[in-house]
């Protein structure tokens, strides 16, 4: 038998569970001859070519991530909130806050942040062409190399911050940071490795453990909260230590979690230091420039603390920033970072495959299903920014001065949530460019968010009275700067869509959200002006005005585009003759071959925004309507859930009303398969 159908026969035969398509070889099916003969047939392989499969494949993966991710940001707005309790709004949590700051920053930029990006391609190419021997020899270099170079670095920090804690003269709150940075600064080696394992096991089709290891870290921070608080010593600072201590634990626990999946899956780890090896000098050629875009990001989030501790002369807005940004991150890890990660290794596959009609469906796919889940989220978030904040944050200390913490904190939520659609788009969308190992692209997108955001941040806490609330608002306008850019890049290297009916798609939102909001106003002055109606009769009549214009609007044009007749006659036909449409109403009545790739992702942003927009006017009344005096937890709980759990019946209520085909997907991706 030829080596081309030798190689095609062993792929079929390991197929992956999460990824159909995705071949996985054995080392001892990878000699160079064989990696050759994969590479030559690369380009013509039918890997993708159940590309719904993939899809669904890709849900379900992201679906898991998003499991696990609600765990582990449950647990972690847990932790927090008892540090918020324990410590409050304080210069020792600030401390604590700016020291675990940095070795944050190390794992975005050498673990599943700027490495990931240019690892998971190179390491994805190599399972998808059969050469598994030649990935697990890049990721041996990799891991050998990256854990030496970060534990000199660890040294030299802690020898560099024991000489300014001797000679510089610090305040004694730097002082306490830079001791509280030496406890963890050695959980940058732990996270970052354990990061690249996670892009393995990732390339290798499983999730879970990587989605998993973040708990970890929570339930060492919460035992030692809850157990181990007072271990040594009864002192704020004495206690904050013992947090420091439980962070490194933590990050034992999560590396020693990667190990076990990553072998039994085949991986195998060769300690070396060689730096010939191919893959490995792919890496970190791309790893140079995307290192700046993430430098950059991680280098603004930083100056935000600094222009926070040096222009806002009160106490806390480091804290504050840090709990509004991680309540923010709770959906933002669950539904967009979740679907990213589970994109990546997809997308980069079929680039490798040179299967650009696949790339493009994959990365709507992936475009909708994130919309489909952020824009319902930044709906609630500022609607109940300050009732989450209180239920999460709202005890012990920094419920002190009458809630002020709370109240600012809020605030910081609602700006962050005014951006939330943005960067889930961004956290899709850098992905798909690295898919494609352009790693430039990125950059100067991170490079221009970076410098609006700077200036923003001086303009709006400087010149107004926003405080930390500037801050947030800040990084929201510039998050969709850089959404804009990243989306001009992928028109250039993926068909581009008709811009003409991208145009026009646009006009009929914008002309619908306009005739909705005047014809709103307009009938709900009718109706209020009327002594004999109730108030909530004329904010509904209002309500309906303005969603049935919005409706109505998207329908011209998806009929327009699919050339059928409107909705007012498609009802007056079908009550005619009375005969059900041949396919569902978001077809339209036309088959799924003439749904472009371009009409699907408009037809998901209509469904999606429709959808929300019930949502968030249910979300409003049931809001109003509940009791807001008192602090009981029962009540702030009851302010807090009560809406959220409204909201996502309804939610899915108006996305099943509304024929939504994200809506469809994610129920076939998790429903249980039929026995034939």
């Not at 970060?150 to 000679?167: K, P």
């Not at 890496?283 to 603390?305: H, R």
Request: net charge positive; with cysteine.
């Amino acid at each position: 038998m030829h080596n081309k159908a030798k190689i095609a026969a062993l792929g079929a035969s390991f197929h992956h569970k999460t990824f159909p398509r995705h071949r996985i070889y054995t080392p001892a099916m990878a000699s160079e001859k064989t990696e050759e003969s994969a590479t030559a047939a690369a380009p013509h392989s039918t890997a993708s070519s159940d590309v719904h499969a993939d899809r669904k494949g890709m849900l379900r993966a992201a679906g898991l991530v998003s499991f696990m991710t609600v765990l582990s940001r449950i647990l972690g707005l847990w932790r927090d909130r008892l540090m918020a309790g324990i410590f409050g709004a304080s210069g020792i949590n600030d401390a604590f806050n700016l020291a675990f700051l940095l070795p944050n920053l190390t794992r975005r930029l050498f673990g599943e942040g700027a490495l990931s990006s240019v690892f998971v391609p190179v390491f994805s190419e190599r399972l998808a062409t059969g050469r598994s021997a030649a990935a697990f020899r890049t990721a041996s270099v990799l891991l050998t190399r990256l854990a030496l170079l970060l534990f000199v670095l660890c040294v030299l920090f802690v020898v560099g911050s024991l000489a300014a804690i001797q000679f510089a003269g610090l305040p004694p709150e730097r002082v306490l940071t830079l001791k509280l940075a030496n406890w963890m600064i050695f959980y940058c080696v732990l996270i970052n490795i354990a990061a690249v394992m996670m892009s393995i096991l990732n390339s290798l089709g499983h999730f879970l453990a990587g989605a998993f290891s973040p708990v970890m870290l929570n339930l060492c921070m919460i035992l030692s909260c809850t157990v181990a608080l007072d271990w040594l010593g009864t002192d704020q600072e004495s206690r904050i230590y013992v947090q420091a201590i439980a962070v490194i634990a933590g990050g034992v626990l999560q590396l020693l979690l990667m190990l076990p999946p990553a072998f039994a899956r085949g991986f195998k780890y060769t300690p070396t230091l060689s730096s010939q090896d191919e893959g490995y000098e792919e890496v970190v050629k791309g790893f140079l420039p995307t290192i700046l875009s993430v430098a950059l990001f991680q280098i603004n989030l930083l100056l935000d603390q600094v222009i926070a501790t040096t222009f806002i002369h009160e106490e806390g807005p480091v804290t504050m920033l840090a709990y509004g940004n991680r309540l923010i991150q709770l959906p933002w890890a669950i539904f967009s970072l979740a679907v990213a990660t589970a994109a990546l290794p997809m997308l980069s596959r079929y680039w490798a495959e040179k299967n650009q009609a696949a790339f493009a469906k994959g990365l709507s796919a992936a475009v909708r299903n994130t919309l489909y889940l952020a824009v319902p989220s930044t709906v609630g978030l500022c609607l109940l920014s300050t009732d989450l904040t209180r239920l999460f944050y709202g005890t012990g200390k920094f419920l002190e001065h009458d809630g002020e913490a709370v109240l600012r904190t809020g605030r910081v939520v609602f700006f962050f949530s005014l951006g939330l659609c943005f960067y889930s788009l961004n956290a899709v969308l850098a992905r798909a460019i690295y898919a494609t190992k352009d790693t430039k692209t990125p950059t100067r997108a991170a490079a221009i968010a970076v410098a609006v955001n700077l200036t923003l941040n001086l303009v709006l806490v400087l010149g107004t009275g926003m405080k930390e609330a500037g801050l947030s608002l800040a990084s929201a306008i510039s998050g969709g700067v850089q959404t804009l850019f990243l989306v001009h890049a992928l028109h250039a290297k993926i068909a581009s869509p008709d811009r003409k009916r991208m145009f026009s798609f646009a006009a009929a939102m914008l002309l619908g959200a306009a005739v909705g909001l005047v014809g709103a106003v307009a009938v709900y002055k009718r109706f209020s002006g009327d002594p004999n109606q109730e108030q909530f009769v004329a904010f509904f009549a209002a309500a309906g005005t303005a969603i049935a214009a919005l409706g109505l609007s998207g329908d011209f044009f998806f009929s327009r585009a699919l050339q059928v007749p409107s909705l007012l006659q498609r009802m007056k036909g079908s009550a005619g003759d009375g005969q059900p449409e041949p396919h569902p109403s978001w077809y339209y009545g036309v088959p799924e071959e003439k749904w472009t790739t371009d009409l699907v992702l408009y037809h998901g942003i209509f469904t999606t925004v429709m959808a929300s927009t019930i949502m968030g006017l249910m979300v409003w009344t049931v809001r109003d309507s509940l009791q807001p005096e008192g602090q009981s937890f029962a009540l702030v709980f009851q302010r807090a859930i009560v809406p959220v759990a409204i909201g996502v019946l309804v939610y899915m209520v108006a996305s099943g009303a509304f024929q939504s085909r994200e809506y469809d997907e994610l129920k076939s991706a998790f429903g249980r398969k039929r026995r034939s």
